[in-house]
C-alpha cells in the first residue's frame, strides 16, 4: 500500500499536515523529537560506559601467585 506513494504523493501529505498543524506547532514538535533523540543517545553511551566500569571491576588477576610477590 505504501509502496505506491511517490514524491508527488509525500509533498501533499506535508502541505496537508502544514496546514492542520502550522509551522510553530510542527517546529516545536521537531524541536521535541531531536530533544528524545539525543537523550536517547546520552542514555547509550552513559549504558555503554557503565557496562565497561563493571566489566573490568570484574576482571580477574590471573599472574600467577610467584609473579605477584616480584612485583
Known amino acids: 500500500m505504501l509502496n505506491n ?3 508527488p504523493g509525500l509533498l501533499l501529505i506535508a502541505v496537508v499536515v502544514l496546514v ?3 509551522r ?3 517546529s516545536s514538535l521537531m524541536g521535541e523529537v531531536g530533544k528524545g533523540i539525543t ?3 546520552k542514555g ?3 549504558g555503554s560506559k557503565e557496562l565497561e566500569e563493571d566489566a ?3 576482571a580477574k588477576d590471573v599472574t600467577p601467585e610467584t609473579e ?3 612485583a
Open 20 to 22: 492542520l498543524f502550522g
Open 39 to 41: 537523550s536517547f543517545k
Open 56 to 58: 573490568a571491576a570484574s
Open 24 to 26: 510553530g506547532k510542527i
Open 44 to 46: 547509550i553511551n552513559e
Open 5 to 7: 506513494i511517490g514524491l
Open 68 to 70: 605477584k610477590d616480584k
